[in-house]
């Protein structure tokens, strides 16, 4: 196994909510709470790769589908996150573009836009993340602006590279600088809290469970 591999297999084993404690407590941003599970099942971990649409006139040279130069670029680690955040309603992401991502072995898709064909992605059980639905089409549109540049979701700015946890709470983002601290800290998390199920399964008062080393669990050394 890779050491990013190593290091999926670590994030992925944790909900994003103790993901999000961890960065609260390392004062740290990531969380994206606005995109919705909308199709597949499950917790996914990977690294992003992303696309940035726009309106107007595509870069100059060949003509290509928006998408496809992300799927290409894409392997068995990879998360694609899409930006399009034009206020056009048209799609980001579609069906075709569900069947190459699945072929090439991407993990999911986050988009902060419209998305369309979600029926084919549950029905393909294809992870997306997302805000909106349509059936528009991207074409005529909006265009590809950029494959691989820093892309807006929510609050948070995500790079190529950047690490990517989603689930049915939130969709979190963490930078590769950052990965080893907010793991330490959300594993210490994730074991602090299994203790705690521990006293809730002996009859402990939730009082004394939920008590003040919980209250403070957060703050920062």
């Not at 998360?79 to 048209?90: H, P, S």
């Not at 930078?175 to 521990?198: N, S, W, Y």
């Amino acid at each position: 196994m890779t050491a990013v591999n190593t290091l999926l297999a670590r994030l992925g084993a944790i909900d994003t909510c103790a993901l999000s404690d961890a960065l609260d407590k390392l004062g740290l941003a990531g969380q994206v709470t606005s995109l919705r599970r909308e199709s597949g099942q499950g917790r996914v971990a990977g690294v992003a790769v992303t696309v940035k649409l726009g309106t107007g006139a595509p870069p100059a040279g060949k003509a290509t589908h928006l998408g496809t130069k992300a799927i290409e670029a894409a392997d068995d680690s990879t998360i694609i996150v899409v930006e399009q955040r034009t206020g056009v309603e048209a799609g980001c992401w579609g069906g075709m573009l569900t069947r190459g991502a699945i072929h090439a072995n991407v993990r999911a898709v986050v988009a902060d836009g419209p998305v369309r064909d979600i029926d084919e992605a549950r029905e393909l059980d294809f992870p997306i993340f997302t805000n909106r639905l349509t059936c528009l089409t991207a074409r005529g549109r909006v265009v590809e602006k950029a494959t691989n540049v820093p892309v807006q979701i929510g609050d948070i700015t995500v790079s190529p590279g950047d690490y990517v946890i989603a689930d049915g709470s939130a969709v979190i983002v963490i930078a590769p600088d950052q990965v080893d601290a907010v793991l330490e800290a959300a594993e210490a998390i994730v074991a602090r809290e299994a203790l705690m199920i521990l006293e809730i399964d002996k009859d402990v008062r939730m009082s004394e469970v939920l008590g003040g080393n919980y209250e403070h669990m957060l703050e920062r050394d």
